[in-house]
């Protein structure tokens, strides 16, 4: 729902602000980035490079291709 709580978990989205921390709520509500969750931390790792591989998987999710 892109909700202030949808990024609650995360402890390195508070640098995030505007309209970034915007698109970051409707990623993460959409499921289409995940970031790093972990049990008891999760990270979403804002300013890490993407790499190819998270790339084909964000783009799997966003139009709907089933992984195989």
Known sequence: DGTADTLKAYTDVRGITGDQ?????????????????????????????????ALAVMLEKLLGIASS
């Open 21 to 53: 921390l915007a698109a970051v709520r409707e990623v993460v509500a959409s499921d289409v980035m995940v970031g790093q969750v972990g049990s008891d931390k999760s990270t979403f790792q804002p300013y890490t490079p993407l790499t190819r591989s």
